[in-house]
C-alpha cells in the first residue's frame, strides 16, 4: 500500500469510517442522569438557543417549529427560548417582538425557582455562536445548581452521519448539489470541509460544500464541480438552520447569478435545514443525551491522572 492510501485509510478510520461507532460520550462525556440528582424542591428546565432569524416565514418554519417540538418531546421540563444574535433581537424589537438572550432567559429561570437546566443549541457547528453561548452558561452558573450544554448539530462523527444521510435521500433530480454553509473566519470553518469529505467519503460524489464567509469557498467547490463529468446542473441549498438574508441574498441572488452567467443551469431549494425532522431529530437526541451526562471536567481529569487514578493513557 503506498503513502497515499494509507493516509486516506488513516483519514477514513479518523472520521469513523470502517470502525465500530463510537458513543457520542466516548472521551468527552461521562454518565450522570440529571433528573435523578435532583433534590425536592428542585425544577428542571430546558433552554432552547437560537441564533435568531428577522424572516418572519423561515422562523416560524424552523427555530419556532424546534421550539415546539422541544416542548412536545420534554412534557416534564419548562422548555424557554432564548437568541443569541443582538442585531436580530433589536431588529425586532423595533417591531414589537420580544426575544431574550441567554443570560436574560436563565436570569428568569432563576427568579422562577429553577436549579438545573440543559441549554440547547441549534447552532449548525461548534464555532463562535457556541462559545459565545458557553460565556453566557458559565456567568450565569454560580445561580444554579447545574447548567449542561447539549452539542450542536455537527459535532461528533455520528452527527455528520445523520446529516449526510438526511441530506442525501433528498430528490436531486440528476443535478449536482451544493451545500452552502455560512462559514466563519475562526479555525472551527474546518468543520465544513469536514463535512465536505465525509460526504465524498462515503460515495456521494455528487455533492460538494461551500461557504459565504469562510473555507470551503464557492472557488473551491467549483474546482471540485469542474473535475466532475459533463456537470451543467446545479442545485444550492443553505446548508444553514433558517433560510434568511443569506439563503434570500448570497446564494439566490448572488451566488446564482454568477453561477449562470457561468452557464449552469441552477436550482435554489430555498429551505432551512431547521425544516427538516431528520435535521430537528439531532437537536432533540442531543438535548435527551444532555439529560443523562455532563462534560467531564478536564482539570478534575488531569489531577487524577496525576495522582496515579486513571490508567487509560
Not at 32 to 53: C, E, I, N, R
Not at 88 to 109: D, F, S, W
Amino acid at each position: 500500500m503506498n503513502i497515499f492510501k494509507t493516509l486516506a485509510l488513516c483519514l477514513l478510520m479518523a472520521a469513523g469510517f470502517g470502525t465500530p461507532m463510537r458513543a457520542h460520550g466516548d472521551g468527552q462525556f461521562v454518565h450522570a442522569d440529571l433528573m435523578a440528582s435532583m433534590q425536592p424542591g428542585d425544577k428542571a428546565a430546558l433552554l432552547v438557543v437560537h441564533f435568531g432569524t428577522t424572516h418572519d416565514d423561515t422562523r416560524a418554519l424552523t427555530l419556532d417549529a424546534i421550539t415546539k417540538r422541544m416542548r412536545r418531546e420534554f412534557p416534564s421540563l419548562e422548555v424557554r427560548e432564548a437568541y443569541t444574535s443582538r442585531i436580530v433581537m433589536r431588529r425586532l424589537g423595533e417591531r414589537g417582538i420580544r426575544k431574550l438572550n441567554p443570560v436574560q432567559a436563565l436570569a428568569g429561570l432563576l427568579t422562577d425557582g429553577y436549579t438545573h437546566v440543559i441549554i440547547q443549541s441549534t447552532n449548525v457547528i461548534d464555532g463562535i455562536e457556541m462559545e459565545s453561548l458557553r460565556r453566557d452558561a458559565a456567568q450565569m452558573s454560580p445561580f444554579f445548581k447545574e447548567i449542561r450544554i447539549g452539542t450542536p448539530m455537527l459535532y461528533a462523527p455520528d452527527d455528520y452521519r445523520q446529516v449526510i444521510r438526511a441530506l442525501s435521500e433528498q430528490e436531486t433530480g440528476g443535478a449536482f448539489t451544493l451545500l452552502i454553509g455560512h462559514g466563519t473566519y475562526t479555525p472551527t470553518t474546518a468543520q465544513y470541509a469536514m463535512l465536505d469529505y465525509m460526504l465524498h467519503a462515503s460515495g456521494h460524489e455528487d455533492y460538494a460544500v461551500a461557504t459565504v464567509e469562510g473555507y470551503p469557498s464557492l472557488d473551491d467547490a467549483l474546482a471540485y464541480v469542474r473535475k466532475q463529468k459533463k456537470v451543467r446542473r446545479l442545485r444550492l441549498v443553505p446548508f444553514m438552520l433558517v433560510a434568511g438574508d443569506h439563503a434570500k441574498n448570497d446564494i439566490a441572488g448572488e451566488m446564482r447569478e454568477r453561477l449562470e452567467r457561468e452557464g449552469y443551469e441552477v436550482e435554489v431549494v430555498l429551505e432551512g435545514l431547521g425544516q427538516q425532522e431528520a435535521i430537528q431529530d439531532i437537536f432533540v437526541a442531543h438535548a435527551h443525551f444532555m439529560l443523562t451526562h455532563r462534560l467531564q471536567d478536564i482539570q478534575a481529569k488531569k489531577k487524577a491522572y496525576a495522582a496515579g487514578q486513571d490508567k487509560s493513557e
